[in-house]
T-cell receptor, first 109, second 115 residues
Framework: EDQVTQSPEALRLQEGESSSLNCSYTVSGLRGLFWYRQDPGKGPEFLFTLYSAGEEKEKERLKATLTKKESFLHITAPKPEDSATYLCAVKYNFNKFYFGSGTKLNVKP | NAGVTQTPKFQVLKTGQSMTLQCAQDMNHNSMYWYRQDPGMGLRLIYYSASEGTTDKGEVPNGYNVSRLNKREFSLRLESAAPSQTSVYFC??????????????FGPGTRLTVL
């Protein structure tokens, strides 16, 4: 069964404490893996797209990596404004996406 | 450039009532989507429209209908609302790229409660 699983469900970090979020998938015929950030009461906002194993993308304190089975979102020296829910999504055919349930990140000052 | 807009922002319905959620995008995107988001379950695809004039079912289409009115607008209709349809509904759009459809742009959501 096609599935996207994110871990941990929630993560609390101190400001400056680096960590990683995981997105594992069992979807066949991957056509792209997407990371989104969602703030409370708002729609998801696009961060990265990864298409092939070994690919990496960076944006400010965030770095996304992709293997054949999972993706990691590394957060380096996070700040309180990085607090949000991070969603990953897998595109499994031309028009369809599976979303994970997200990791809720809380960065304390 | 407003991106993706949704109306209404909040709605309370009684069981059996009907309503239509409206969505519009001004980015000239081909594809549009309707998702629902429930606690602990992530976003689930209800319906999508690859292009004007076409619609297809997603993971959870039962109890919903959609209309792609034109390239800009994609509406979601609940004919007879049920408490199980209490959720946050997001509309999204995307544009065809070299590797197929690329990232989706989301609206702010409609928070629906069915009593």
């Amino acid at each position: 069964e096609d599935q996207v699983t994110q871990s941990p469900e929630a993560l609390r970090l101190q400001e400056g404490e680096s960590s990683s979020l995981n997105c594992s998938y069992t979807v066949s015929g991957l056509r792209g893996l997407f990371w989104y950030r969602q703030d409370p009461g708002k729609g998801p906002e696009f961060l990265f797209t990864l298409y092939s194993a070994g690919e990496e993308k960076e944006k400010e304190r965030l770095k996304a990596t992709l293997t054949k089975k999972e993706s990691f979102l590394h957060i380096t020296a996070p700040k309180p404004e990085d607090s949000a829910t991070y969603l990953c999504a897998v595109k499994y055919n031309f028009n369809k996406f599976y979303f994970g349930s997200g990791t809720k990140l809380n960065v304390k000052p | 450039n407003a991106g993706v807009t949704q109306t209404p922002k909040f709605q309370v319905l009684k069981t059996g009532q009907s309503m239509t959620l409206q969505c519009a995008q001004d980015m000239n995107h081909n594809s549009m989507y309707w998702y629902r988001q429930d606690p602990g379950m992530g976003l689930r695809l209800i319906y999508y429209s690859a292009s004007e004039g076409t619609t297809d079912k997603g993971e959870v289409p039962n109890g919903y209908n959609v209309s792609r009115l034109n390239k800009r607008e994609f509406s979601l209709r609940l004919e007879s609302a049920a408490p199980s349809q209490t959720s946050v509904y997001f509309c999204a759009s995307s544009q065809l790229g070299l590797a197929g459809h690329n990232e989706q742009f989301f609206g702010p959501g409609t928070r629906l409660t069915v009593l």
